[in-house]
Nanobody, 123 residues
């Protein structure tokens, strides 16, 4: 099994930045892709960004392109989401997840291990 622990959430003013780490442990050999999803109050969970843990290939939701950057440090078994130029509409609970699909994109059904989330509030 894979364990995921998110951190780094908090409250920030619009235009500010936050970095969310996601530490992964356990049976990581199936964690080919790692992604960030978010769920705002009253909305469905949506994919934000995903990264291939060996190749470094990435994909982003249109709403965060140019503002968010996903990257990983395999030596530390950690994946990160750097969030810049934050907007109030970025307010949500952020979750990291892993997938063993060949190309999961940002489809929630493709991800099978989830963390408990970290709250981001932008005012």
């Amino acid at each position: 099994d894979v364990q995921l622990v998110e951190s780094g959430g908090g409250s920030v003013q619009a235009g500010g930045s936050l970095r969310l780490p996601c530490e992964v442990s356990g049976d990581t050999f199936n964690a080919d892709w790692m992604a960030w999803f978010r769920k705002a109050l009253g909305k469905e969970r949506e994919g934000v960004a995903t990264i291939h843990m060996r190749d470094g290939d990435t994909a982003y939701a249109n709403s965060v392109k140019g503002r968010f950057t996903i990257y990983r440090d395999n030596a530390l078994h950690t994946m990160y989401l750097q969030m810049d130029t934050l907007k109030p509409e970025d307010t949500a609970m952020y979750y990291c997840a892993t997938s063993s699909w060949g190309w999961p994109e940002l489809k929630e059904v493709a991800y099978h291990n989830w963390g408990r989330g970290t709250q981001v509030t932008v005012s």
